[in-house]
């Protein structure tokens, strides 16, 4: 059985990024989406 095949096409991981820093956060320690999607803008 395979777990993919059974998930909706939005809920299916497309890509994803191995990093050895950690993300930027806010002091309630949630990640800034915004600005971590903004460094990767920068970065390619």
Do not use: W, Y
């Amino acid at each position: 059985m395979c777990i993919i095949t059974e998930l909706a096409g939005h809920s299916r991981v497309k890509d994803f990024i191995v990093s050895q820093e950690e993300f930027p956060k806010t002091t309630t320690r949630k990640i800034k989406r915004f600005e971590v999607a903004t460094n990767l803008l920068k970065s390619c």
